[in-house]
């Protein structure tokens, strides 16, 4: 559960799994794909550059979509993809999970977003939350495959 996006070799996790697992046994895997993370926001571009610099982090920000192709590889079969999508309401909730505002921080100390431009769209977020419209979304894949039996 969501240690593969840490991995610079997760299809080699995977393999392994694979070739531990014993015939007519399951590999799953539940994995976040980072390209799916959503903040909603006027300013979309500062909300674009937050989403992306947040993703960039993992190694593997997009291995949530892999996980079929990676199953395959491995030899697996009767593979089973469910798809949930994890939504956070209330900014402060959202910030200590996603570092939204240390985030912002990084995005103006690297040039990516103006000073003013970082603090009006934290100050949006934040007036959101106030009306009860702040919303932030991240999509994850449980992905299940079976070991043929010999």
Not at 13 to 41: F, I, K, N
Request: hydrophobic share 45%.
């Amino acid at each position: 559960d969501r240690t593969l996006q840490h991995l610079t070799d997760p299809f080699g996790a995977l393999a392994e799994m694979a070739r531990v697992v014993r015939p007519g046994g399951r590999v799953s895997a539940v994995e976040p794909d980072w390209g799916g993370y959503l903040l909603d926001a006027a300013q979309g571009d500062a909300a674009r550059t937050v989403e992306s610099l947040w993703r960039d982090r993992f190694p593997n920000g997009f291995v949530g979509r892999t996980l079929v192709r990676g199953m395959a590889a491995c030899g697996l079969t009767d593979i089973a993809v469910e798809a949930r999508a994890f939504v956070l309401r209330e900014f402060a909730v959202a910030d200590a999970v996603y570092d939204i505002s240390r985030t912002v921080d990084e995005a103006v100390d690297t040039g990516r977003m103006g000073h003013e431009q970082g603090r009006a769209f934290l100050a949006e977020l934040g007036a959101a939350d106030a009306r009860g419209l702040f919303f932030s979304c991240l999509t994850f894949f449980s992905v299940m495959g079976q070991k043929p039996v010999a």
